[in-house]
Every structure is written in structure tokens, then in C-alpha cells.
């Protein structure tokens, strides 16, 4: 009897470290401790000026006017050289605009006004998302708004271009779908998909959720009178984009190195189509507004950007694909840049528009490239 409990706690303590041990070899790999990136861009790149603390989504128009959230920054959880690195640089929850068509101009900021339910000094915006109702000739902007000192909150605006304002409509909160958001996708005048990257909303059941590598995040959907979650099962949901004909949805999983492909039903529910595998880390995913290829951010190094979001002045790499698509599925992948982070650290979204590319950050500067390969 003694010998068969000798044997059985042997082969529990055996288990556990191979437990372990296959953890943290999955860690290694997956956080890219084994990974170094070789810059390369293409063509001639340069920082954008006039821009506040990073550029973390973009929705692009059909006409090259870009909108661009600035300011990212969540509830609680920060660390003390993240808030030091937003207070030396007079951080501020903004949207930027920057035209396309003439990229050596700089940003510039839109006018917020407070409202009875919206108070522009506790915005903290992340993704964004643009509905255009072209029979009333008006534009929406929604994002997510990790408010300061508040709760989870999508942020409805009517947009101004000429007037560069931004007039607070709607505030959507308070279901228990909302969570940790990350992005939205809008579908309508007042509908939009929305990624939760977290399901626990507390600092600690975020990291364990993180390190876990649990597919435990999810899409929710608002049809204009109720919410409901449509897709589950994703490790880290993070950018989220419906094409323009209305037919899919893209997911990108964060942890999971993938994008999640959905075929839209007619109830707006989603049925996965296709998982594709990148073997880096997703961001935010934009689609080109002619081609349909879809161009998306990501965090090569994941323990370097972990360190960037930590202290900001720690550098992490950012890198940018083109993904083309046939029928709803991938069909090839091209690497269009790589920076090791000097240029641009922490790459979360790029568009690209006439042979011209842009590409935004978390927490760092904005650059824009001009187009000189081949497409």
C-alpha cells in the first residue's frame, strides 16, 4: 500500500511539471521570445506631427478622410509609469482627422462637446467605427469608451467634417454583454457588433485570463432595441470589421494568432466560416474600400509590447499585412512592413488608400507611407 502511494503521488508531481513544462514552452512561443524583426517598409515612410498619445483604431471613408481615435487608455490596471508617461504628455481622450489625399498635412483634432450624458474630459477612446446614411446625407461615429472613473460606454456622435465637431448623441451601457470592449463595427444607424476582450472586468481576473490563453471572449450584437452575444470561443477578442458588402465579419484573436472569419446570417448572427492562422499577434482590421483585401495590425513580439504597455517608453516592434481574400476565405498573405519599433512602436491599425498607407499605434506616434510596390 505504501509503495502504490509512492507510486501515485510520483505520478501526479510527473504530470503537473510536464503541465508546466508544456505551458511555459507555449508561453515561450507564443509571447515570440524567440522572435527578432527586420525593418523594411513599402516605400518612403515618415512620422505624422499634431497627434496626442497614440492612434489606436481608424475608420477610412470612401473619399480618403480618415478618422482616428487618440487617448487609449482603460479603466484601471495601469501601471505607474503608464500613468507618469500620460500625464507628462497631457494625455486626452480626442478624434483626429487626416485626409488622404493630402498627406503632408497634419492631423487635425475635432471639437467635443459635453453633454447631460456625455462628459468629454473622462472620454478614454479605443476602437471606432463610421456609419454613413447616405439618403440623409449624415455620418455616425461610434467608440468605445473606457469612460475614467466610470463604466464601459459606446459613444454615438453625428459628424461635422467641414466643422470638424463631433455632436454627442447616445450613450450605450449598462448590459451585461458589455464587459472589457475593444472595438465595434457599425451596421447601421443604431446597430453594431462589438468585441469583448475580456469577460472578468476586474484587474486580476483580466491577467489570469490572459496568461490562461482561455478562449473565453466573445462578439456581442445591438439591433437597435436589445443585446446578445453572436460569437464565443475566441482567445482575446480584439479588432473587429464588417466587410463592406455586408456578408462577413473578421475577428481577430489577440492571443490566439488568427483572424476569425463569420458568414453574417439574416438575423445578424454569426457563423464561422474560416480561422486563419498568422502566427503573430492581430490588432485592428481595415478593409480597402476598392479591392475588398483587408489590412491588418500586428504585435509581433508579444512580451515586448506587454513590457510597451506597461512603461510606453519601452519600444515594441509593429509589423503590417495585406491579406487577400477569395469567396469569404484567405487565398494569400504579404508582409507590406516591419518596424523594430524606433520608427513606430505598438502598431494597432493601418488603411491604405491610392498607393498610400497609414498606420497608427496604442500608445506611440502615427506614420504614413507612400505605396511603392505592387498591390
Given at each position: 500500500?505504501?509503495?502504490?502511494?509512492?507510486?501515485?503521488?510520483?505520478?501526479?508531481?510527473?504530470?503537473?511539471?510536464?503541465?508546466?513544462?508544456?505551458?511555459?514552452?507555449?508561453?515561450?512561443?507564443?509571447?515570440?521570445?524567440?522572435?527578432?524583426?527586420?525593418?523594411?517598409?513599402?516605400?518612403?515612410?515618415?512620422?505624422?506631427?499634431?497627434?496626442?498619445?497614440?492612434?489606436?483604431?481608424?475608420?477610412?471613408?470612401?473619399?480618403?478622410?480618415?478618422?482616428?481615435?487618440?487617448?487609449?487608455?482603460?479603466?484601471?490596471?495601469?501601471?505607474?509609469?503608464?500613468?507618469?508617461?500620460?500625464?507628462?504628455?497631457?494625455?486626452?481622450?480626442?478624434?483626429?482627422?487626416?485626409?488622404?489625399?493630402?498627406?503632408?498635412?497634419?492631423?487635425?483634432?475635432?471639437?467635443?462637446?459635453?453633454?447631460?450624458?456625455?462628459?468629454?474630459?473622462?472620454?478614454?477612446?479605443?476602437?471606432?467605427?463610421?456609419?454613413?446614411?447616405?439618403?440623409?446625407?449624415?455620418?455616425?461615429?461610434?467608440?468605445?469608451?473606457?469612460?475614467?472613473?466610470?463604466?464601459?460606454?459606446?459613444?454615438?456622435?453625428?459628424?461635422?467634417?467641414?466643422?470638424?465637431?463631433?455632436?454627442?448623441?447616445?450613450?450605450?451601457?449598462?448590459?451585461?454583454?458589455?464587459?472589457?470592449?475593444?472595438?465595434?463595427?457599425?451596421?447601421?444607424?443604431?446597430?453594431?457588433?462589438?468585441?469583448?476582450?475580456?469577460?472578468?472586468?476586474?484587474?486580476?481576473?483580466?491577467?489570469?485570463?490572459?496568461?490562461?490563453?482561455?478562449?473565453?471572449?466573445?462578439?456581442?450584437?445591438?439591433?437597435?432595441?436589445?443585446?446578445?452575444?453572436?460569437?464565443?470561443?475566441?482567445?482575446?477578442?480584439?479588432?473587429?470589421?464588417?466587410?463592406?458588402?455586408?456578408?462577413?465579419?473578421?475577428?481577430?484573436?489577440?492571443?490566439?494568432?488568427?483572424?476569425?472569419?463569420?458568414?453574417r446570417r439574416n438575423d445578424n448572427s454569426l457563423n464561422?466560416?474560416?480561422?486563419?492562422?498568422?502566427?503573430?499577434?492581430?490588432?485592428?482590421?481595415?478593409?480597402?474600400?476598392?479591392?475588398?483585401?483587408?489590412?491588418?495590425?500586428?504585435?509581433?513580439i508579444g512580451h515586448l509590447m506587454v513590457q510597451h504597455?506597461?512603461?510606453?517608453?519601452?519600444?515594441?516592434?509593429?509589423?503590417?499585412?495585406?491579406?487577400?481574400?477569395?469567396?469569404?476565405?484567405?487565398?494569400?498573405?504579404?508582409?507590406?512592413?516591419?518596424?523594430?519599433?524606433?520608427?513606430?512602436?505598438?502598431?494597432?491599425?493601418?488603411v491604405v488608400y491610392k498607393k498610400k498607407m497609414l498606420?497608427?499605434?496604442?500608445?506611440?506616434?502615427?506614420?504614413?507611407?507612400?505605396?511603392?510596390?505592387?498591390?
Amino acid at each position: 500500500m505504501l509503495r502504490f502511494k509512492m507510486y501515485a503521488k510520483t505520478i501526479v508531481i510527473s504530470v503537473l511539471v510536464l503541465l508546466v513544462l508544456q505551458y511555459a514552452v507555449k508561453f515561450y512561443f507564443k509571447m515570440g521570445f524567440s522572435k527578432h524583426m527586420f525593418n523594411h517598409s513599402p516605400g518612403p515612410c515618415h512620422q505624422v506631427q499634431g497627434m496626442g498619445i497614440g492612434s489606436e483604431d481608424m475608420h477610412l471613408m470612401d473619399n480618403g478622410i480618415v478618422f482616428i481615435s487618440s487617448g487609449f487608455r482603460i479603466k484601471n490596471g495601469n501601471s505607474a509609469a503608464y500613468d507618469k508617461f500620460y500625464s507628462e504628455n497631457k494625455g486626452k481622450g480626442t478624434i483626429y482627422l487626416f485626409d488622404m489625399n493630402d498627406p503632408k498635412k497634419n492631423v487635425q483634432e475635432m471639437n467635443l462637446t459635453s453633454t447631460k450624458e456625455f462628459d468629454k474630459d473622462r472620454f478614454q477612446p479605443h476602437g471606432i467605427s463610421v456609419w454613413e446614411d447616405k439618403k440623409a446625407g449624415k455620418l455616425y461615429l461610434y467608440a468605445i469608451n473606457h469612460e475614467r472613473d466610470g463604466e464601459e460606454r459606446i459613444e454615438k456622435f453625428l459628424v461635422s467634417v467641414d466643422k470638424r465637431s463631433l455632436q454627442h448623441l447616445k450613450s450605450y451601457y449598462g448590459d451585461p454583454t458589455i464587459i472589457e470592449m475593444n472595438d465595434i463595427s457599425a451596421t447601421g444607424d443604431d446597430s453594431f457588433y462589438f468585441s469583448n476582450s475580456c469577460v472578468s472586468s476586474s484587474y486580476i481576473g483580466r491577467l489570469l485570463e490572459m496568461l490562461s490563453f482561455m478562449a473565453w471572449t466573445n462578439v456581442g450584437y445591438y439591433d437597435g432595441k436589445g443585446y446578445r452575444i453572436v460569437a464565443d470561443g475566441i482567445i482575446l477578442a480584439n479588432g473587429i470589421q464588417m466587410s463592406r458588402d455586408g456578408k462577413y465579419v473578421f475577428v481577430a484573436s489577440f492571443f490566439g494568432q488568427e483572424m476569425k472569419i463569420y458568414e453574417r446570417r439574416n438575423d445578424n448572427s454569426l457563423n464561422l466560416k474560416q480561422s486563419y492562422a498568422f502566427h503573430t499577434m492581430p490588432d485592428n482590421i481595415m478593409e480597402d474600400p476598392v479591392s475588398g483585401d483587408l489590412y491588418v495590425a500586428f504585435h509581433p513580439i508579444g512580451h515586448l509590447m506587454v513590457q510597451h504597455l506597461t512603461d510606453p517608453s519601452l519600444e515594441s516592434p509593429s509589423q503590417i499585412l495585406q491579406v487577400k481574400l477569395k469567396e469569404g476565405t484567405v487565398s494569400s498573405v504579404t508582409e507590406l512592413f516591419v518596424d523594430d519599433g524606433h520608427l513606430l512602436s505598438g502598431s494597432s491599425v493601418a488603411v491604405v488608400y491610392k498607393k498610400k498607407m497609414l498606420i497608427g499605434s496604442v500608445l506611440n506616434k502615427l506614420v504614413y507611407c507612400d505605396v511603392t510596390v505592387p498591390l
